[in-house]
T-cell receptor
Framework: SQQGEEDPQALSIQEGENATMNCSYK?????LQWYRQNSGRGLVHLIL?????REKHSGRLRVTLDTSKKSSSLLITASRAADTASYFC?????????????FGTGTRLKVLA | DAGVIQSPRHEVTEMGQEVTLRCKPI?????LFWYRQTMMRGLELLIY????????DSGMPEDRFSAKMPNASFSTLKIQPSEPRDSAVYFC???????????FGEGSRLTVL
């Protein structure tokens, strides 16, 4: 399979709680990106973390990267009903003159009001 | 900018018919990607163009699939003949070189009966 693995596959939380989703991958990477997809829509870029970074913040988003374990996590703090969506990690590797963007299987997040 | 534009948004066709999906990337983006999304296999990379040249087509399922990028502002993905197992949502994305993030279109939902 060309995909990374994400867990959990689905997550249901109450508004105001934090949501954590994890991504594991298999190869070396240049960077790792997280995307969000609302039902019936295209993916939207959220945040990028480079392979030499360990943590990054953007608003209510916090991303960590552990290259030794080949894993990343996305934390959404103080979740809102509008955060309900699917979240995907994408590993990016530059190899043989091309960029490879490989997407994980996704986590479906449902935030209950 | 209007973003990545895909057409048609929905296509229903019968097995054996030719299907052409279209994509207009964001102006100034030099790389274009075609992805296919299904529940079973998630997001699969089909083909990647850089400066209108196909760089990696290893994800194209078989000879029934072909993709072209005749100029920097237009790409097509063609399936001939189509089969029911081609039913999926097909996404086009273009890449902002400065940041490495992908911008996705809203997708073309294909149903082959």
């Amino acid at each position: 399979s060309q995909q990374g693995e994400e867990d959990p596959q689905a997550l249901s939380i109450q508004e105001g709680e934090n949501a954590t989703m994890n991504c594991s991958y298999k190869t070396s990477i240049n960077n790792l990106q997280w995307y969000r997809q609302n039902s019936g829509r295209g993916l939207v870029h959220l945040i990028l973390i480079r392979s030499n970074e360990r943590e990054k913040h953007s608003g209510r988003l916090r991303v960590t990267l552990d290259t030794s374990k080949k894993s990343s996590s996305l934390l959404i703090t103080a979740s809102r009903a509008a955060d309900t969506a699917s979240y995907f990690c994408a590993t990016v590797r530059f190899t043989s003159g091309t960029y490879k963007y490989i997407f994980g299987t996704g986590t479906r997040l449902k935030v209950l009001a | 900018d209007a973003g990545v534009i895909q057409s048609p948004r929905h296509e229903v066709t019968e097995m054996g018919q030719e299907v052409t999906l279209r994509c207009k990337p964001i102006s100034g983006h030099n790389s274009l990607f075609w992805y296919r999304q299904t529940m079973m296999r998630g997001l699969e990379l089909l083909i990647y163009f850089n400066n209108n040249v196909p760089i990696d087509d290893s994800g194209m399922p078989e000879d029934r699939f072909s993709a072209k990028m005749p100029n920097a502002s237009f790409s097509t993905l063609k399936i001939q003949p189509s089969e029911p197992r081609d039913s999926a949502v097909y996404f086009c994305a273009s890449r902002l070189e400065r940041t490495g993030e992908l911008f996705f279109g809203e997708g073309s939902r294909l149903t082959v009966l």
